[in-house]
């Protein structure tokens, strides 16, 4: 069998917040006793409603945030990124200077920030906007910049957190054929999403988290059909 | 990360957050020099104009030791700030958090090139023409240059952890800069509050030592300088190891802030 490339065992991540005074602590604990383990190469979906604790569990699987308890396994030589719309975007900077360094904070070094960058141009369909400023540019054309950006930076395992909602129809559809390409290929991944049929066309292995539990976690059409009947029933 | 793309990373922020924010302003990159020039002419008013204060060239003698001190209020200032000003990247990717004090450093790094070469320009003007003595200036701006990030690496981190740490900070600089012989000469104070000063105020010492290499063509205390040098040298790399350590401390606190 296939060793895991990151395996989680027994998340738990509690917020302590004292906005309420200096004295008085506010407390939630966003995930309880989370485990699963990824293999090379594969995609597992991540279910569940928003405010659930999707974007947390992903965060401390990206290695951003530590959990309070249990711990995340992963070999020290993979990288992992979260791919994210406009990492670090400056409004008055042109988009290719943008991209490059969006690339960089990604783990791209400058040398390979720079030699994705006409793909990166020729992906966005941004024509002469490339070299303007990004705050010229409309939603749409600044989400196109922000996922060919993401995209084409490579790393070991990629966390994917509700990112096919960008832009126009057309680029809506080039993203997730890109995506799907990506994702159908060496690429270990774990996507998140309140939709199950995005999880549905992309991933082999779903995990439904419900109030920061797992529910249910197995085939996909099985999970994503339980999570259906459950968000109906709400 | 390696070394190597941590500084490029650093100088790339630095580069591409200088140009955004000169492309917001009018008079652009001359910005660097009207903005700590206006603030050495108010002093010059108040002090020299206004307090009638009896010291030779007195505006070339406040320039050598503003210049520095704002460099140095400033660089801790904005580096204090600059984890929690970076949210946005910090819940989104795990990245060592040093980049980003060390980038704002690097912005007045920048800022002060062209204001360091004014106040050489108006050393000679003054009729102190560059002399051999002046090659003692790099150990002083590299002494400079090492207390900033130390400081600036602490209060970063502190920040993260109370917001209130910053009033903290603008209330220090205000105290340092009357503290410092900025617009007084350190020898006039008397003995032995005048070695106090130069003992446990690196500002002050440092100020002291630009003055005393562009306007006397003396040098400073080298002794003094090489332990300044190991004690920030040393507390750099420990925070560097303290912000290994708490790498995901850091960013739960910011994200959750």
């Known amino acids: ?234 | 990360m390696k070394i190597l793309d941590f500084i490029i990373l650093v100088d790339t922020k630095a580069k591409m957050s200088l140009k955004a924010e000169a492309s917001k302003l009018y008079l652009s990159f001359l910005w660097w020099i009207i903005e700590p020039m206006l603030f050495v002419l108010a002093f010059y008013f108040v002090f020299s104009v206004l307090l009638q204060t009896r010291q030779e060239n007195f505006l070339l003698f406040l320039m050598c030791a503003k210049i520095p001190y704002m460099w140095f209020s400033k660089a801790v200032t904005t580096a204090s700030a600059s984890i929690v000003g970076n949210r946005g990247i910090i819940s989104q990717i795990d990245i060592p958090k040093t980049i980003f004090p060390y980038a704002a450093i690097q912005i007045t790094v920048y800022k002060e090139i062209p204001v360091f070469l004014l106040l050489f320009s108006m050393c000679i003007y003054y009729g102190y023409m560059p002399s051999i003595e002046w090659l003692w200036l790099i150990p002083l701006i590299v002494a400079m240059y090492l207390m900033i990030v130390a400081l600036g690496l602490l209060t970063a981190i502190l920040v993260c952890y109370a917001d209130d740490v910053r009033m903290l900070i603008n209330m220090s600089m205000l105290f340092l800069m009357f503290t410092s012989g900025v617009f007084f000469d350190i020898s006039d104070i008397r003995q032995p509050l005048q070695g106090y000063l130069l003992t446990y105020n690196p500002l002050a010492f440092l100020c002291d030592g630009f003055r005393k290499i562009l306007m006397h063509k003396g040098t400073y205390d080298l002794q003094h300088l090489l332990a300044l040098l190991g004690i920030f040298s040393i507390a750099i790399a420990g925070l560097h190891l303290l912000y290994r350590n708490l790498s995901r401390t850091l960013a739960a606190r910011v994200v959750n802030a």
Request: charged share 20%.
């Open chain 1, 1 to 234: 069998m296939m060793n895991p490339i990151l395996e989680a065992k027994n998340i738990s991540l509690t917020y302590k917040s004292s906005d309420k005074g200096f004295f008085s602590t506010f407390k939630h604990q966003a995930l309880k006793d989370i485990s699963f383990d990824l293999l090379k190469g594969e995609t597992i979906g991540i279910l569940g409603k928003n405010g659930g604790g999707k974007s947390t569990l992903l965060r401390i699987l990206a290695g951003i945030i530590n959990p309070t308890s249990g711990k995340v396994i992963c070999a020290p030589a993979t990288t992992r990124a979260l791919l994210t719309l406009g990492l670090g975007f400056m409004p008055n900077i042109s988009g290719r200077e943008n991209a490059m360094y969006s690339a960089m904070l990604q783990g791209a070094s400058r040398k390979e920030a720079k030699a994705i960058l006409d793909e990166i141009a020729e992906f966005t369909e941004l024509g002469e906007f490339f070299d303007q400023p990004v705050d010229t540019y409309s939603s749409g054309m600044r989400a196109r910049l922000g996922f060919a950006t993401a995209m084409y930076t490579h790393v070991d395992i990629l966390f994917i957190d509700e990112v096919l909602s960008v832009g126009d129809a057309h680029f809506r559809k080039k993203a997730e054929a890109a995506m799907l390409s990506k994702l159908t290929g060496e690429q270990t991944c774990v996507f998140v999403s309140h939709n199950s049929d995005q999880v549905n066309k992309v991933c082999s292995r779903a995990i439904w988290i419900d109030e920061g539990i797992i529910k249910e976690q197995g085939d996909t059409a099985t999970v994503a059909h339980h999570y259906n009947l459950f968000m109906q029933a709400q």
